[in-house]
């Protein structure tokens, strides 16, 4: 197959696997302001600029001025490249442009010949078919017209057409067309979201889906991959017998050893159960165990997660410094999933890392619900498939036990393991408890344990002595009294009962065993 033409577009290269296949014709539809002459208008700069290809630009409404004001926005300098002769622009009109299509050997094929064009944009189909329905003409014989004629050229064209989403688009130009490139642009609450999907291109393989994309100052579009796993072969797909410390050797030992080394784990529990804090325990041990390591912050801002650290004896700042941990922030009203998908994996992939934490995925569920889950699988599959070990940390909604992890994520199954952090209510005190109920391929403690967190981190308890008893206050039930970590209450009974049986007292037989009242 002939050497596929590079759009030079950033990011679409890639979801067309290297290119458009040479002498492609391509129809660019969307809505006014999508982009469709911006991303026209990049395809001839780059052929000229980047890869020695001379390129034509037809204009039925804009005028040459105009154009090149719109480039210079973008830092593409199209007057440098017409003082070379590498880009030309001819303004004209629908009804002549067809004229000379007509006729083989006309003025119009001429120039493209003495310029030895590769590259045409026509700008665009919208003001010819308005023409042909002013002039009652057939639009879709000037459609087999145009065709005809851009073979006889030998270029690569592109085309841009208006698209209102809420008209059916006419067959006819997308059956002739060989590669059908369709923009959309939607408010997203208050901002503005910009999709490019490639609907069919002849004679090659292509990233099917919706990719955000962007129009970016000093750059133009700006293509960004939809997020997805790239699956491997099956035998391809990399294991290790190695474990991680997950930073605490007593939840090592529940977890029978640690972390697998590529494995993806969901720490789930309401604000303030230590979720972070277990993370930068984490990421602390994987540095000393000589990983490189990123920490996804969507909560806290970097500072502030830094200072809280510092509280409890973790030096991220001088992980930082030395270039042992990198932190990645992104504002949550900000954020894009395509986009930080691309910031994510390149990150890891540019500096070698392969312990990373994402806190807090339930960020992800504000971006977009509907995207959520495929998301996420996308992010564990590909950090799976380079043998990172990656942190979910999940905000779970319930103060007091826990009956799902999430009512709209449904992610438990994309996950290796689980571990459940979250406050339990024993007489008139919370405690903190952990539970980890899941552990792929080894046999995990079905415990549940209290921990406090301190200098160093989460701290488990020993099993036969409260927090309290350690702290040398007051006695206080013991923490066997808890019913369930994993229940939406706890039992409940008589404070005279649970008086008593903190002070050691003997019970009556009829109110000696407490009546568990759970839903």
């Given at each position: ?6 759009t ?5 290269d ?20 999508a ?17 020695d ?5 037809v204009?039925?409404?804009l005028?040459?001025?105009k ?18 002769g590498?880009?030309r ?21 001429g ?17 010819m ?25 030998g ?11 809420s008209?059916?688009a ?16 939607a ?10 999907t ?5 004679g ?5 889906g ?17 997020a997805?796993s ?10 290790s ?16 050893g640690g ?6 784990t969901m720490?789930?529990?309401?604000s ?6 277990l993370?930068?325990?984490?990421l602390?041990a ?9 920490l996804v912050?969507l ?6 997660l ?5 509280s409890?004896?973790?030096d ?6 030395r ?8 504002s949550?009203?900000?954020?894009e999933?395509?986009?930080h ?37 996308a992010l ?70 209290e ?12 099993e ?29 009974q ?6 008593a049986?903190?002070?050691?007292d ?7 065993s ?6």
């Amino acid at each position: 197959m002939e050497a596929l033409v590079k759009t030079g577009i950033t990011g679409l290269d890639e979801i067309l696997f290297g290119g458009i296949p040479r002498h492609n014709n391509i129809i660019v539809e969307g809505a006014p302001g999508a982009g469709k002459t911006t991303l026209g208008l990049g395809f001839i700069h780059a052929g000229a600029a980047l890869y020695d290809e001379p390129g034509v630009i037809v204009s039925f409404e804009l005028d040459e001025a105009k154009l090149l004001r719109d480039a210079a926005g973008f830092d593409w300098d199209l007057q440098a490249q017409i003082d070379r002769g590498m880009i030309r622009i001819i303004q004209t009109s629908p009804a002549v442009l067809l004229s000379e299509f007509r006729n083989a050997d006309g003025a119009f094929a001429g120039a493209l010949r003495a310029m030895n064009a590769k590259r045409l944009l026509i700008d665009g189909l919208t003001p010819m078919r308005l023409y042909a329905e002013a002039h009652d003409l057939a639009f879709r014989d000037d459609i087999y017209v145009l065709i005809e004629g851009l073979n006889r050229l030998g270029v690569t064209t592109m085309m841009t057409a208006e698209r209102d989403a809420s008209i059916a688009a006419p067959a006819h130009e997308r059956f002739v067309f060989d590669t059908i490139i369709e923009l959309s642009r939607a408010e997203h609450q208050r901002r503005v979201e910009r999709r490019l999907t490639v609907a069919k291109s002849r004679g090659q393989d292509f990233i099917g889906g919706s990719h955000t994309m962007r129009i970016e100052a000093h750059q133009g579009i700006h293509v960004f991959r939809r997020a997805q796993s790239r699956p491997l072969q099956l035998n391809d797909q990399p294991t290790s017998d190695r474990r991680i410390s997950v930073g605490a050797p007593e939840i090592d030992k529940l977890m029978d050893g640690g972390l697998y080394e590529g494995s993806v784990t969901m720490v789930s529990g309401i604000s303030g159960t230590g979720k972070t804090v277990l993370s930068v325990q984490f990421l602390t041990a994987a540095v000393k165990a000589g990983h490189k390591t990123l920490l996804v912050t969507l909560d806290e801002h970097p500072r502030q997660l830094t200072r809280n650290a510092a509280s409890l004896g973790f030096d991220l700042a001088g992980m930082q410094q030395r270039g042992e941990l990198f932190l990645l922030y992104e504002s949550p009203l900000e954020l894009e999933l395509d986009v930080h998908f691309d910031r994510v994996i390149k990150l890891a992939e540019r500096e070698g890392i392969d312990c990373i934490v994402f806190d807090s995925i339930a960020v992800y569920e504000m971006a977009s619900r509907i995207e959520v889950a495929d998301y996420l699988y996308a992010l564990a599959t590909h950090f799976k498939n380079r043998l990172a070990t990656v942190l979910f940390n999940y905000e779970s909604p319930e103060l007091l036990g826990l009956s799902q992890i999430s009512e709209d994520l449904k992610g438990s199954h994309l996950v290796d393991n689980i571990i459940l952090l979250n406050y339990v209510e024993i007489s008139t005190v919370l405690r903190r408890a952990i539970a980890i109920p899941k552990v792929r391929g080894s046999r995990n403690l079905q415990v549940t344990r209290e921990y406090v967190i301190a200098e160093g981190g989460l701290r488990l308890l020993d099993e036969d002595r409260t927090a309290a008893a350690q702290a040398n206050a007051v006695p206080q039930l013991p923490f066997s009294a808890y019913s369930s970590l994993l229940s939406r209450s706890p039992t409940r009974q008589s404070p005279a009962i649970e008086t008593a049986v903190a002070q050691g007292d003997e019970l009556p037989e009829s109110v000696a065993s407490p009546v568990d009242t759970t839903p």
